[in-house]
């Protein structure tokens, strides 16, 4: 450890040689059309907006030409370009969840939030963000580090804030589209925002899209819908009001079976073949949200914003698991209220003190029947239900007491209904050397509250457990951040710890019953190194790089051992080049590098192979009002896995550890109207 801290300090030198002149001054071509990435401003990160450059934390900021670039289809594979963030998904078949684990924290260390609320499910305490359509999106600011301090249980890893579209005062924009892929894919959209009379304006979205996947049983239906509302009177009231729906269904194949499975019936129905564990499974979400946000800054010295929503998640489940045809049939529903706030006062020149609060009213319900070997519901379930609540009080204070110093302290005080309550401290320092140089050091706790599944969940199989306690940990970064040449040249070093004690997880208890339980941490050390270069001669090159160290601690016989974490990759390498031309066309190619992976089972250690994958996006524009587009996915690999998981052959009464798929290469091509 100490060996990477001391290259770290290195790398540091070099950069500030950089600084100091030997960097040339001019380049290729006029400069003056770059926007400096140090004066970018964010707002998730102090809840108030600043540069870029006067934040504590390490940011990645994505806009809406950056979206549009990457050839995305998903905020996942979006995301996964950027320094320190892992995308994961179970096999990435069409409605596989999607989830964002930042600097090896598992995916319910991030908050994932849409225009400030928090969407990770109550009850998994993850956020499928391959929920949310990408053209519904203006831009979207994610923060590493301990984020507990405003945001409270799950923000240990980071924070991804989604902000959404809304209208430009001095034009209308309308956007329709339709695409066709393999795998039978398609998608159709529409988009068109306003300033319909005077100050108030809307921007609606609207998506249809299907596939059947590419494999058995991994198709996806989903149509989605969001509309938002505003009364824009400049400084003095900014009033919004946003909300979505979502109504999608998805297969469920589990694990690919091993090589020369053959298909097993039940009741004249296939149950498995050799391509997916699971022919009969699936789930339907309907997942709906509402977002009334006031704000405004009335006078020089003060500004305020305040913010109710109400969230409503079901989940349909029909799981098949039993090797004799036996499963489950569940409605599991999440309803959460809430409201929080804060005031930003200016009291002297430099100075800035954050005052809020939050409150959070959760219901939790699991209604269900157990299945027959036919799959016929036969005895119902006692009905699961939960009231959990929440409070929050943060304060924060920041003081620049030159060009040069920024100081940060602020603490939070969390109250849960069920586990008591948490004292949440952060620190943070910014030294700005020169004007296109920040050294962002910060240090604050961050912590977990137990989900309701955790703490409630009941069947004949999965026991929850009402004593757990909370994860608690703290996070520590440091952060170099360095433009060259009016921001053509951007480069960030990033040096990171963390740590986890009372880490929740299932395992089985003497009777041989899943239970949520709390067993010791883990923690890990890491570094990331991100360089932007562009644009030139129309091209504008990317590349970044993360080394990850996570260790988990586990109990064998009377004698606690680490071991490295499982399912996190040591390496992640992630690269883009875009060129633009003179006449309307825009290519990408992106590659990623996702080193191996270990998983412990049954007293032996496997290992998921490292992988390359490719992506290539070209667009046109023509007319000025069309774009053609084709996406070619997985280019370099086709044959990689995600997780691992047991599979019993029941005509072999053989059982063996099987794995997720991920998925094949795959084209798609759309035709875009703009107006």
């Not at 959990?388 to 602020?410: H, I, M, N, P």
């Amino acid at each position: 450890m100490k060996k990477r801290f001391l290259c770290f300090l290195a790398t540091v030198l070099v950069f500030l040689v950089l600084q100091t002149g030997m960097v040339p001054t001019a380049f290729g071509e006029n400069n003056s059309q770059a926007v400096p990435q140090m004066e970018e401003v964010v707002v998730t990160a102090t809840k108030i907006p600043e540069k870029r450059k006067d934040i504590p934390n390490a940011v990645v900021i994505v806009n809406e030409t950056d979206i549009r670039n990457s050839g995305a289809k998903s905020i996942g594979e979006l995301l996964a370009n950027e320094p320190g963030i892992d995308w994961r998904s179970y096999g990435n078949y069409g409605g596989a969840a999607q989830e964002i684990h930042i600097r090896g924290m598992r995916g319910n260390g991030t908050q994932v939030l849409v225009n400030g609320v928090n969407i990770n499910s109550p009850s998994l305490g993850l956020a499928d963000v391959g929920k949310i359509p990408l053209n519904s999106i203006e831009r979207i600011e994610v923060i590493k580090g301990s984020g507990s301090l405003l945001y409270g249980s799950g923000a240990m890893g980071g924070i991804v804030n989604i902000i959404t579209k809304r209208p430009d005062r001095d034009k209308m924009d309308l956007k329709v589209g339709a695409g066709y892929g393999s795998q039978d894919t398609y998608r159709l959209w529409a988009e068109q925002g306003m300033f319909a009379a005077g100050d108030i304006g809307y921007y609606l979205t609207a998506n249809r899209a299907e596939t059947n996947g590419f494999r058995a049983n991994s198709d996806l239906r989903q149509n989605d819908v969001s509309l938002k509302l505003v009364l824009d009177k400049g400084d003095n009231i900014d009033i919004s009001l946003y909300g979505d729906y979502l109504d999608r269904t998805c297969g469920s194949p589990g694990v690919k079976p091993p090589r020369g499975t053959a298909a097993y019936y039940l009741g004249g129905k296939k149950f498995y073949d050799h391509d997916a564990a699971s022919l009969l499974n699936y789930m339907e979400d309907k997942d709906g949200h509402l977002v009334l946000e006031v704000k405004g800054t009335p006078r020089q010295w003060v500004s305020y914003n305040a913010r109710g929503y109400y969230t409503h998640m079901e989940t349909h489940y029909y799981f098949r698991y039993n090797s004799n045809g036996e499963g489950s049939e569940n409605w599991l529903t999440n309803e959460v209220k809430g409201a929080d706030g804060h005031v930003d006062l200016y009291p002297f020149e430099g100075a800035t003190l954050l005052l809020g609060g939050e409150y959070k009213d959760f219901n939790w319900e699991n209604d269900g029947y157990n299945l027959n070997n036919t799959g016929k519901k036969t005895s119902k379930f006692d009905k699961q239900q939960a009231h959990l609540y929440t409070r929050g009080f943060f304060a924060e204070a920041q003081y620049r007491l030159s060009a040069y110093w920024k100081v940060f302290a602020g603490i939070r005080r969390e109250e849960h209904s069920t586990f008591g309550s948490e004292n949440l401290p952060f620190l943070g320092l910014i030294v700005n050397p020169w004007q296109n140089t920040a050294l962002k050091v910060n240090h604050g706790k961050h912590f977990l509250a137990p989900t309701p599944n955790a703490l409630f969940w009941s069947d004949p199989w999965m026991k929850g457990n009402p004593d757990l306690k909370p994860e608690t940990g703290w996070h520590t970064d440091v952060t170099l951040e360095q433009s060259w040449l009016n921001d053509k040249i951007f480069a960030s070093l990033s040096y990171f710890h963390w740590d986890v004690d009372d880490k929740i997880d299932w395992q089985f208890n003497s009777a041989w019953i899943y239970t949520a339980t709390n067993l010791f941490g883990y923690e890990a050390n890491g570094a990331e190194a991100e360089l932007k270069i562009g644009p030139y001669y129309n091209l504008t090159l990317g590349m970044n790089y993360t080394y990850l160290d996570a260790e988990e601690e586990i109990l064998e016989g009377d004698k606690v051992v680490e071991r490295r974490s499982i399912y996190t990759p040591e390496n992640l390498f992630k690269g883009d080049l875009i060129y633009k031309s003179d006449f309307g066309l825009t290519a990408t190619a992106t590659v990623r590098y996702v080193g191996d992976r270990v998983l412990y089972h049954s007293g032996k250690t496997y290992t998921l192979d490292a992988y390359w994958t490719a992506d290539l996006k070209m667009e046109q524009r023509i007319c000025n009002h069309y774009l053609i587009s084709l996406a070619i996915s997985n280019l370099a690999n086709t044959d990689y896995d995600t997780y691992m998981e047991n599979f019993t052959d029941q005509t072999t009464s053989t059982t063996s550890l099987c794995r997720y798929p991920g998925a094949g290469r795959s084209v798609f091509a759309g035709l875009t109207y703009e107006f």
